[in-house]
């Protein structure tokens, strides 16, 4: 088991409406990222947080939005929900990019249905 | 843009029979190669992380090793117990995991 947990573990919503999700990282982890999974594929890299700033993003648009409090857990916000959004979200928890250990540990992550 | 590739999709063993998997990567300013067991609905769980061509590593009834543009995951006499999906993603000068889709291993006992 790793130290990065996930709230909450299953979410239904509906088209067009806004979810929130959370993350705690692990413990001496302060830099978060947070990934998409459809079924059947790999996680997509949606963007990642250092020190309370976006520390870059993948192919995603705008709607998807976040933030890292100053005890380094995180929200993925996404606004305008769309069906094709349904999918596992998963939080990845990390010690700062260029510090040499570069392994990255997920939660269980959110499975999130768009109806 | 990095790109990884993994073959076979899905793969069958009957237990006991060895095998691997395949990992292709193209990216730019590699800072690691990672392999990840991912059981259904649940998150990736950390194998092995690899940095340089020539580097093996292992674990249990797994080996992970590099070459400058593969990765191999080798199982050796495995059991039903390692049916998972097996990722391998890239890690480059983006500093953003970059995974492949994963091979589906089914240990059939």
């Known amino acids: 088991e790793t130290g990065v947990t996930q709230s909450p573990t299953h979410l239904i919503k509906t088209r067009g409406q806004q979810v929130t999700l959370r993350c705690s990282s692990q413990s001496g982890h302060n830099t978060v990222s947070w990934y998409q999974q459809a079924l059947g594929q790999g996680p997509q890299f949606i963007f990642q947080y250092y020190r309370e700033e976006e520390n870059g993003r993948g192919n995603f648009p705008p709607r998807f939005s976040g933030l890292q409090f100053p005890n380094y857990s995180s929200e993925l916000n996404v606004n305008a929900l769309e069906l094709d959004d349904s999918a596992l979200y998963l939080c990845?928890?990390?010690?700062?990019?260029?510090?040499?250990?570069?392994?990255?540990?997920f939660g269980q992550g959110t499975r999130l249905t768009v109806v | 843009e990095d790109q990884v590739t993994q073959s076979p999709e899905a793969l069958r063993l009957q237990e006991g029979e060895s095998s691997s998997l395949n990992c292709s990567y193209t990216v730019s300013g590699l800072r690691g190669l990672f392999w990840y067991r991912q059981d259904p609905g649940k998150g990736p769980e950390f194998l092995f992380t690899?940095?340089?061509a020539g580097e093996e590593k292992e674990k249990e009834r797994l080996k992970a090793t590099l070459t400058k543009k593969e990765s191999f995951l080798h199982i050796t006499a495995p059991k039903p117990e390692d049916s998972a999906t097996y990722l391998c993603a890239s890690l480059g000068s983006a500093r953003q995991l970059t995974f492949g889709s994963g091979t589906q291993l089914t240990v059939l006992p």
């Open positions: 990845a928890s990390s010690i700062p990019p260029g510090t040499g250990n570069t392994e990255a540990f």
């Open positions: 690899l940095y340089s």
